[in-house]
């Protein structure tokens, strides 16, 4: 009788310490001295170059702390790596959400990843600002919980094919994809600009993420007759297509997503292929004398020697800045509804990407992207500034 009595309240003691997460209740993501924000990106895996990017938001988090906290809480950073893949991304972000209580996600990188925890997200009611990525799918329909800083893949790749026509006066374009949401926005953006010009691409070939042999898909590219060729790949496919395309004698002009805009990584991984490459940037370059960018180039210096100051590396900073400012603007009455009232007053907040502006029936927070060139040894040149993309279709529900 002893024995099924200590039994049973052994039972009773385990239903108690597993209830809260088995019935959603999640721990709270804050209390009086810190906001615990979550992060996820590939630190391993094909797409590892753009893991900094989760570690660039955990060093504006630094810096904020340094400077005193958010009306007396410090910011707590947990970084997750999900390798690319997105059944290990739902396993990272559902641990962070569950077990440690996490108030809001920053960045996160890649389509797939994202769509797989989107609405996993909505559901535990947790904010997500600056998603690492920019498909349609993330804000349309309008997501209340989800603040988009990224300009949409589709907008930038109308806006890259209008320089490409316009200023390069060129009309036989290809076009590179990865066989997922993110190749297939830039794809749609690319093709709806075109066709505003009753152009057609010469060829449109997409590629699988983790793909090593690319000689197909260029020799089609090649014998397309593509004097540009647009990229919306990760950094290991964009290697081995540089790579592969050099070795047969394919030299058309290319033209990538600001997702391979970190020269002095892409030039070195390429061997200098990458010299002469023209992309899309979500901001600026990231030697600029620009006060802010400074101050985080300087900050980086300080915490964080062991990285490389980079584009993917800032982007973390650039993706977390509206939600800092919004957790300001809130006060010290925090609570997830009050910092969405703020982040859904957010007009025209500039840190060192563009110009950002939500509603509560838009949350996507900008259109515009400028553009830059590979210069030698990896420098940066500004061929066009910051420019918003008159067709985008976001604007015209």
Request: aromatic share 10%; net charge positive; proline share 6%.
């Amino acid at each position: 009788m002893k024995g099924k009595i200590l039994f049973s309240l052994v039972l009773a003691f385990l239903a108690m310490t597993v209830a809260p997460l088995s019935s959603g209740a999640n721990p709270p993501g804050f209390d009086d001295k810190e906001i615990r924000i979550g992060m996820f990106g590939p630190q391993t895996g094909p797409a590892a170059p753009w893991g900094s990017v989760a570690r660039g938001s955990a060093l504006l988090m630094t810096i904020v702390n340094e400077e005193g906290g958010i009306h007396g809480r410090k910011l707590k950073a947990f970084v997750r790596d999900d390798q690319y893949n997105p059944a290990q991304t739902k396993t990272v972000v559902k641990e962070l959400v569950e077990r440690q209580g996490i108030f809001a996600f920053v960045g996160g990188v890649g389509a797939a990843p994202g769509l797989a925890i989107k609405d996993y997200l909505v559901q535990n009611k947790i904010i997500w600002v600056g998603p690492s990525t920019a498909i349609k799918e993330y804000v349309e329909p309008n997501n209340p919980y989800l603040f988009a800083v990224y300009p949409l893949f589709d907008d930038e790749a109308s806006i890259l094919t209008k320089y490409i026509v316009e200023k390069l006066k060129v009309k036989k374009i290809g076009f590179l994809y990865q066989h997922d949401a993110y190749g297939k926005n830039g794809l749609d953006g690319c093709k709806r600009r075109l066709a505003k010009y009753k152009m057609d691409l010469v060829a449109e070939i997409p590629v699988e993420p983790t793909e090593k042999d690319l000689s197909s898909q260029i020799l089609k590219l090649k014998n397309s007759g593509a004097e540009v060729v647009m990229l919306y790949v990760n950094p290991t496919i964009a290697v081995i297509t540089l790579k592969t395309a050099a070795s047969v004698g394919f030299k058309p002009q290319w033209v990538s997503s600001n997702t391979l805009s970190d020269y002095p990584l892409m030039h070195k991984l390429t061997g200098g292929l990458w010299e002469g490459v023209i992309t899309g940037a979500f901001g600026d370059t990231p030697d600029s004398k620009a006060p802010l960018m400074t101050k985080y180039r300087e900050a980086a210096k300080k915490f964080t020697p062991e990285e490389r100051w980079g584009t993917f590396y800032y982007a973390g900073i650039l993706f977390a800045e509206p939600l800092i400012e919004a957790l300001k603007k809130v006060g010290k009455n925090l609570s997830t509804e009050a910092t969405l009232k703020a982040l859904n007053s957010i007009k025209d907040f500039q840190g060192i990407g563009p110009k950002v502006t939500w509603t509560e029936k838009e949350h996507q927070g900008t259109d515009s992207v400028m553009i830059q060139k590979c210069g030698p040894n990896a420098s940066y040149i500004t061929l066009q500034g910051w420019e918003a993309n008159d067709l985008a279709i976001w604007k015209n529900k």
